[in-house]
């Protein structure tokens, strides 16, 4: 079960790593926008916090091939989630629109419309008042999928936010698939400094590899579980050396040799790692699924690619672990092996 454990928190914190990207991937995708332009200097997870004059949109609307560009500002209300303000006409236009399960779109300025992930972890019906930093009267909720989980109208989403004439990013449709490069060409010599990308390269950019920050994340999570399982192992492997001191001895009185005895032991630690990393895959649904019931606006997924690596290094922390023990059950003399009481 220690095993288990240090191989469900790797499963599980990995999975809900690349879960929550696959999130953001999807939802960027559910804007139907073919183009993305972003502010100079803006990071690649998050649309919050940086932010171009909504002037900009104009200019992009006049670009070669581009059929509609719409704005969106987007206000992080923290625990990693944003409101986005937009404007309801061009952003339905453009990702096809809201499906309503619940209530409809938003009409008063302060009026908020919810995706059913954040109304089921929060207990939101329609008509209900939320705060989200600003109070906001809930009108619709909406299939998950696009952009964000709360939308709000963009002009008092500015206002309450000191950041009127200001969007966080462009969304971009154009007129065929195959003058997108074109459309991103001309933009680039258009808006200097901008960060514009295709939808398709924008979303092969998130993963693991490109933010460093959640890179250190996922190894230090991976060294702490090295050190339960190593720690685990280790005390088991020692508490098994010291009862069966008795049963060593006998084996060294009848002839057995140290390789013989630290064999025995080390094949040992590969059963337990083994079942420990049986336990630990199967224990990563449970706690997949506790937290699609507890914390549904955290994406957790099965990382399958992960398993192999999750083995590895329950082995290694096992065999480690059993080490030190091996060797000493090995090197007991027999006369005070059987003597031991």
């Known amino acids: 079960m220690g095993i288990g454990v240090a191989v469900t928190m790797i499963l599980t914190l990995v999975g809900v790593s690349h879960g929550m990207l696959e999130d953001v991937a999807a939802r960027s995708r559910g804007t139907g926008a073919d183009i993305m332009v972003r502010p100079p200097g803006s990071s690649i997870i998050g649309f919050s916090g940086s932010n171009m004059p909504e002037k900009v ?15 969106s500002f987007m206000q992080s209300i923290g625990n990693l989630e944003s409101i986005a303000g937009i404007h309801p006409d061009e952003f339905n236009a453009m990702s096809g ?7 409809g779109p938003f009409g008063a300025k302060n009026d908020v419309v919810v995706d059913e992930v954040y109304a089921r972890s929060k207990g939101v019906q329609v008509g209900d ?6 109070p906001w009267r809930v009108t619709g909720i909406v299939e998950p999928g ?13 206002d309450q936010y000191s950041s009127l004439g200001k969007v966080s990013v462009i969304w971009v449709k154009v007129d065929d698939p195959a003058h997108i490069q074109a459309a991103i060409d001309s933009l680039t ?8 990308y295709s939808m398709d390269a924008y979303i092969s950019l998130i993963s693991v590899n490109n933010i460093p920050l959640l890179k250190r994340f996922i190894a230090v999570i991976i060294g702490l579980a090295v ?18 001191t008795r049963e060593i001895g006998i084996l060294k009185a009848l002839g057995a040799s140290p390789g013989y005895i630290l064999n025995i032991l080390i094949r040992e630690a590969i059963v337990l790692a083994v079942a420990g990393t049986i336990a630990g895959i199967l224990m990563t649904y449970g706690t997949r699924s506790l937290m699609g019931v507890f914390v549904p606006t955290m994406t957790t997924i099965i990382v399958y690619e992960w398993w192999p690596y999750a083995a590895m290094i329950a082995l290694v922390g096992s065999l480690v672990g059993a080490l030190y023990p091996g060797l000493k059950a090995a090197h007991q003399d027999a006369i005070e092996a059987l003597s031991y009481d």
């Open 97 to 103: 629109g809201f499906r309503y399960l619940s209530g």
């Open 57 to 71: 949109v104009a200019i992009v609307r006049q670009t070669p091939h581009v059929t509609l560009a719409t704005g």
């Open 129 to 134: 008042t939320v705060d989200l930093g600003l």
């Open 189 to 196: 010599q258009e808006l200097t400094g901008y960060q514009i």
């Open 146 to 158: 696009k952009l964000s989980r709360m939308f709000a109208p963009i002009e008092y989403l500015q």
């Open 227 to 244: 050190i339960v399982g190593f720690m685990f192992v280790f005390l088991s492997m020692y508490t098994a050396v010291l009862e069966r």
